[in-house]
Each structure stands twice: as structure tokens, then as C-alpha cells.
């Protein structure tokens, strides 16, 4: 990934690495499946969760001047986005997590001959059903495979903080397995 240094210095503030648009389809390339996978986990289709990627890289680029690398690199940069807009879309739909339940009962309908995908889906289901911070930070731990400290990142909480609310969830989870 190609990182153009900006080498202004407003108000004695340290020069920032800021993305370059060239680099923008390379950077595109290399995270689009984990944005589309983490927003998968947040919708109800694979077409909303195509739409909300497209949303995701379109805000990016509208963006590309905010983006800074003390806010957990690109990774962090793009999923922060992608979770925005997936609140967005959510917020002009009745209930999300009505839409996380919906969407747990149609792809089960769709693939209740696989045991292994009717398991995967009751988890997910579970999942819905945590507070939206430990759900946000159980995906973005387990589907976006990131650290408590780039969660934290994303989701404005520092580093305990996030690893507590992963514990939390992964606690409630298993008891509900029982």
C-alpha cells in the first residue's frame, strides 16, 4: 500500500501519512473481502451487504484526506466506515436487530440441509441478541480477525475495555450453548 507523506505542519502538529488516490485501487483490492464479510455478518443479504461494501470504499474515497494512520491503519479505517454505514442503513429500517433475527431464519431456511451452516447461523443469532458492543466487538474479533486494540480503534474504547466486552460476549454465548 502506498502512503504519500504530507509534509505540512499546521499549528506544530507532526506530519501525517495520508493515502494517496492513486493507491486507492491497490487499497481496495487488498480489503474488500473483509469489508464485504464483516458486513455480511451485520445484514440481511449478500446484495445489502454488496451494496453497504460500495457505500463503504465510496465514503473512503470521498474521505481519503481524513484518513490517518494513528486511527488503526487502513484496516481500522475502512471497517470504522463500513460499521457506520451499516448503522445508517439499519437506522432507516425499523429495528436491527429485528433484521439480524430475519436474516438468521431465512439463511437457515436456505441451508438446513447443512448441520454445520444451521450451527454457524444459531450463533450468529446469539450473537445478534448481545448488546450492540459486544456484537461489534465479537465480529470484528472473529470475522475481521482484528485486535482489541484496533476494536477499540473502530469502535471508540480503549483496549480493556474491548477485551471485557469480548469476554462478556464469548461468556453469554456459551452459556446460551449450554
Do not use: C
Not at 121 to 136: G, S, T
Amino acid at each position: 500500500m502506498e502512503l504519500a507523506i504530507d509534509e505540512s505542519r499546521a499549528g506544530g502538529v507532526a506530519a501525517e501519512e495520508r493515502l494517496d488516490a492513486s493507491a486507492f485501487p491497490a487499497l481496495y483490492e487488498s480489503h474488500k473481502l473483509a469489508v464485504y464479510r464483516y458486513l455480511l455478518s451485520r445484514t440481511r443479504s449478500e446484495d445489502d451487504a454488496l451494496d453497504l461494501t460500495a457505500v463503504t470504499f465510496e465514503r473512503a474515497y470521498a474521505n481519503l484526506g481524513r484518513f490517518r494512520t494513528r486511527d488503526g491503519g487502513v484496516v481500522g479505517w475502512l471497517l470504522r466506515i463500513a460499521r457506520n454505514a451499516a448503522i445508517d442503513a439499519h437506522r432507516r429500517q425499523r429495528s436491527p436487530l429485528e433484521l439480524v433475527r430475519a436474516t438468521a431464519r431465512l439463511q437457515r431456511t436456505a441451508v438446513e440441509a447443512h448441520h454445520v451452516a444451521e450451527q454457524r447461523l444459531d450463533i450468529l443469532d446469539l450473537v445478534a441478541r448481545l448488546p450492540e458492543i459486544q456484537r461489534d466487538a465479537l465480529l470484528l474479533r472473529y470475522v475481521a480477525g482484528l485486535t482489541a486494540r484496533e476494536i477499540g480503534r473502530i469502535v471508540g474504547k480503549r483496549e480493556g475495555a474491548v477485551q471485557k466486552q469480548i469476554e462478556r460476549g464469548l461468556a453469554t454465548l456459551r452459556e446460551a450453548l449450554k
